[in-house]
């Protein structure tokens, strides 16, 4: 037990803990919990929606769903896509699964740092993963060409390029997305996550979602529940041709979707105003947070086009102890980047929030490191006649 949390709880994955089982951890202090982890919209579903979904709740409990292609061909309605480009699923990381069963049958190619389910998961059936690692004195910004000759040079049958990426929220701008998917069309599968393309801010129309759908061997990857706020529920999708929608839907079990997942798709069409709001409100939350954070001179704050934020910790900080601390003594809760590969627990992301939830994790920051440099001061003064007692023996 450190600073009162549990250690083991952050040490089970490769992953944070879900904020069910921190809850049950803390008890009542986790009441006031302010949850910089996981990146979800706070905007979105507004509480009218909440209220709507509230009023029919027992319906959608006690009743099955609808059969996938309905949800599917209401959502490819307000997405104005053609209902045969989607396949949807129970979250994004399902999808993940069943590409790495379908189409990776030898290696994948994966920039480190990222989501860990694209390393994690076909190591896990035995597949080579070729991982190009980002550089931290470049921002972690991807060279598309020198990705595509690491591709080459590796062999690689599948790619992976997440855009934004997480955790660092960096951006490929769209022509070079599009080029990185036509140098490589005679791979097996090229994989564009946009979990998080919503946010980008830099580039109206940043998605390749349209474009995947008239190439061989593209798919785009799309998580709903980051975009609108409802992890809880587990939806996502995949956008691609026909033909690998098809084989894709034809895959996933039958009624894999819930009826909460089904009520929220039907309810889109009549808040895409909300949701837009929703994504100004947060886009103008980045950029506040991010000058509130660099005035820190504890931190280094990456530039972002997703909801969250990397910084780095100076003058060799734990990233292990300042999440402690923040969630012990502050009831903060935020991403220590020490499981994530290509990165060191130096590193925290922290998720895009309102100014009043900024505030009070800067306060717990200043805190933490004010603490650490008495710490340090009183270290020294202590050392400084053991220093003295060595020169005059």
């Known amino acids: 037990m450190r600073h009162g949390s549990d250690q083991d709880l952050f040490s089970q994955t490769a992953h944070s803990p879900s904020f069910f089982d921190l809850s049950r951890k803390l008890g009542d202090g986790a009441r006031d919990l302010v949850d910089f982890c996981i990146p979800c919209n706070p905007y979105f579903p507004t509480p009218d929606m909440f209220a709507e979904l509230a009023q029919n709740l027992e319906g959608v409990l006690k009743f099955y769903p609808s059969a996938n292609e309905t949800i599917a061909n209401r959502l490819a309605k307000v997405l104005q896509l053609n209902p045969s480009t989607i396949a949807m699923s129970n979250g994004s990381t399902e999808l993940i699964t069943w590409m790495d069963h379908l189409w990776t049958t030898s290696s994948i190619a994966v920039p480190i740092p990222t989501f860990g389910r694209w390393t994690d998961q076909p190591m896990e059936t035995g597949k080579r993963v070729d991982m190009f690692l980002l550089q931290e004195s470049e921002g972690f910004a991807l060279d598309v060409d020198e990705y595509i000759r690491f591709i080459r040079a590796r062999g690689s049958r599948v790619a992976v390029l997440c855009n934004p990426n997480n955790p660092d929220g960096g951006y490929v701008p769209r022509r070079e997305v599009l080029r990185f ?81 089904e009520a929220v798709v039907f309810m889109l069409a009549d808040h895409v105003q909300a949701y837009e709001d929703s994504l100004s409100r947060l886009a103008m939350d980045r950029y506040r947070m991010t000058m509130e954070l660099s005035r820190l001179p504890e931190l280094h704050v990456f530039p972002s086009q997703a909801n969250f934020l990397l910084v780095k910790l100076e003058n060799g900080a734990n990233g292990t102890d300042l999440r402690d601390h923040l969630l012990s003594e502050h009831q903060v809760f935020v991403r220590e980047c020490g499981n994530k590969l290509g990165m060191t627990s130096q590193f925290l992301r922290l998720v895009v929030r309102p100014e009043q939830d900024v505030q009070r994790l800067v306060a717990g920051i200043r805190h933490f490191s004010h603490g650490r440099w008495a710490d340090q001061r009183e270290q020294r003064l202590v050392s400084v006649p053991t220093l003295l007692a060595r020169n005059v023996s």
């Open 181 to 261: 998917m036509d140098e490589l069309s005679d791979l097996d599968l090229v994989v564009v996550d946009e979990s998080f393309v919503d946010f980008v801010e830099i580039e109206p129309g940043a998605s390749v979602a349209r474009e995947a759908t008239i190439r061989p061997n593209v798919v785009v990857l799309k998580s709903l529940g980051k975009n609108f706020g409802l992890h809880g529920i587990r939806f996502g999708y995949l956008v691609a041709n026909p033909a690998l929608a098809r084989k894709m839907a034809q895959t996933l079990p039958n009624w894999n979707l819930n009826s909460l997942a």
